[in-house]
């Protein structure tokens, strides 16, 4: 089925006490693509992908992951039904080797394949097979970032929740790890939910896009339709 949602995200509302930090967001996640949600520092790019990886409960509106209602399960819930969280690269065990982060990946899985998988991201990342005995804390920014997105696949993921893959990389390291998630969406059908502010590269690599503002999703379109567009040139890529 082309048009299967692996995620819908229904008029959520998400609060921090008094604040409203999502305000009636909807946005649906098909399967096989890579969606991204594009949006200025305090959009709330990270409150929607934390009410839709379990970290934070909506008060109004739902979630709903391969076709089962989620809002309201616990995050380690949520990575047994199939949803793996990509942190920020910096958030790999610093003393454990890389060969354990990326066995901490697979924590959920009882099938034999782990070999395989470890495998299979070697041949993405060869430098994490070159360093595989070596502590993830000794690993330079880009490596650690690598790192968590191995981490992630070792899951074998339904959903891989990607946030902000660029963050603290230099310009050449950012355009090689997102040739590598686009590779490993054409050819290991991962389907993504990327959160970045670096809306060029974003865009670049996405199917759709969603442009969040104050809580409110304010435009939605293919991703080469926002490259595009005037709004987009004006607010997120410095021109105008
Ligand atoms: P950034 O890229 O800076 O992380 P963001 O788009 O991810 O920005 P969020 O972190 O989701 O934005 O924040 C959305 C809004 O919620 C902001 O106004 C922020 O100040 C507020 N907010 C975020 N976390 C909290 C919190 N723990 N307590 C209160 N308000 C918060």
């Avoid at 009636?24 to 929607?48: F, M, R, W």
């Avoid at 958030?91 to 394949?113: I, K, Q, S």
């Avoid at 355009?175 to 490993?184: D, H, N, S, V």
């Amino acid at each position: 089925d082309l048009n299967h949602n692996v995620l819908e995200v229904r008029n959520v509302e998400t609060f921090y006490g008094p604040i409203m930090a999502l305000r009636g967001v909807s946005i649906d996640v098909p399967e096989g693509q890579i969606v991204t949600i594009l949006g200025a520092n305090g959009a709330g790019k990270t409150t929607l992908m934390k009410t839709v990886s379990g970290a934070l409960d909506p008060e109004k509106g739902t979630v709903s992951f391969l076709g089962e209602r989620v809002d309201g399960d616990e995050p380690d819930r949520m990575v047994r039904r199939g949803m793996a969280h990509v942190p920020e690269g910096r958030e790999v065990f610093p003393f454990l080797t890389v060969e354990e982060n990326l066995r901490l990946g697979a924590y959920t899985r009882r099938d034999g394949g782990i070999g395989d998988d470890m495998e299979m991201v070697f041949s993405y990342f060869p430098i994490l097979k070159e360093r595989r005995a070596q502590q993830a804390g000794t690993l330079s920014g880009g490596q650690q970032q690598m790192l968590a997105i191995g981490r992630g696949l070792m899951a074998r993921p339904r959903l891989m929740l990607l946030d902000e893959p660029s963050l603290g990389l230099s310009p050449l390291l950012v355009q090689e790890i997102f040739a590598i998630i686009r590779r490993l969406n054409e050819e290991q059908g991962v389907t993504m939910l990327l959160v970045e502010q670096n809306a060029q590269v974003a865009l670049n690599t996405a199917d759709f896009g969603y442009v969040l503002e104050i809580g409110r999703i304010v435009m939605a379109g293919e991703a080469s339709k926002l490259l595009g567009s005037e709004d987009i040139q004006e607010f997120y890529l410095g021109g105008g």
